[in-house]
């Protein structure tokens, strides 16, 4: 019998720790980011986003804290494509085994920017993301909202310039699974180089769809999908962590291609914990 060839990992990155702090009421300390982290990485968490460095001091000793003690996920910090909020993000991952520098911009543009400085400007932006690490992250922001063409040029400048995962994110939680997939063919289908980066997407809850969304966005090549435990994030939320694992991987019939494509190893056990964890910590039940 031929060896089974393994099946690369669908990729999940939770973002509890950063997106889920901008819940209304939600504060979360360091020796509580520091307490979860370590729980989601040995129940299998792929990528831990820990904070926003750059622009919250405290986030600062969190993900030091965290990029020393994490042994198996890559630590994650936010940045916008300002050179001194990268430079804080690159410097607070050093101590981790993997790091990573999540980057965002902001493609809906107004009617007085100049489209070319911005793409000059992201450029300039991860280039300097990668002399930290080799592994950067670029987020379109509001990217259903965007001009397509500008968003083609913008996620081709982003790969070209050194972003190893490129995430979609529906910012405003306005699409359904048809408008979000539509939005993410065209780019698979007018960026040239898009094979050459991971496709991610990150998905809000205004209109309850989050998890919705993101197994429509995995039907569609998407290997990284940005979550939170127990759909904590801005607003009404983000993707459910355990509400999409538990989807994907129990409704065989429906989801069976996306059996055929990825694995997911996770500790059913430990994420239960982890969300009963973050129930005590933020008081939302």
């Known amino acids: 019998m031929p060896d089974e060839i393994a099946l690369p990992n669908l990729i999940l990155l939770d973002t509890t720790l950063r997106d889920g702090e901008l819940t209304p009421g939600v504060r979360i300390t360091v020796a509580q980011k520091l307490q979860l982290a370590e729980l989601l990485d040995a129940a299998g968490i792929d990528v831990i986003e820990v904070g926003y460095p750059g622009a919250y001091a405290k986030d600062v000793d969190a993900v030091q804290q965290v990029a020393n003690r994490l042994q198996r996920a890559t630590v994650c910090a936010l940045a916008h494509t300002k050179h001194d909020e990268i430079i804080s993000a690159g410097v607070v991952i050093q101590p981790a085994r993997r790091g990573r520098i999540h980057l965002y911009t902001r493609v809906h543009l107004d009617a007085d920017a100049n489209p070319q400085q911005v793409l000059t400007h992201l450029e300039e932006s991860i280039t300097l993301a990668r002399e930290y690490t080799d592994d950067v992250e670029w987020s379109a922001f509001d990217a259903p909202r965007s001009q397509p063409d500008f968003l083609y040029r913008a996620v081709e400048t982003a790969i070209a310039a050194g972003a ?9 939680g306005a699409s359904d699974p048809d408008s979000f997939t539509r939005l993410l063919s065209s780019i698979q289908q007018h960026v040239p180089n898009i094979d050459q980066a991971i496709l991610s997407v990150h998905c809000h ?63 059913w056990q430990l994420l239960d914990q982890a969300s009963e964890l973050v129930k005590q910590m933020t008081g939302i039940r």
Do not use: F
Request: aromatic share 2%; hydrophobic share 40%.
């Open 164 to 172: 190893t995962t490129i995430n979609i994110p529906d910012s405003m």
């Open 205 to 267: 809850n205004d209109r309850g769809l989050a998890v919705q969304n993101s197994i429509a966005a995995i039907h569609h090549g998407v290997r990284q999908v940005e979550c939170a435990v127990n759909g904590l994030g801005a607003r009404k939320g983000n993707t459910d962590l355990k509400t999409l694992v538990t989807m994907l991987w129990q409704d065989q019939q429906v989801l069976q291609p996306v059996h055929q494509r990825y694995a997911v190893n996770l500790d």
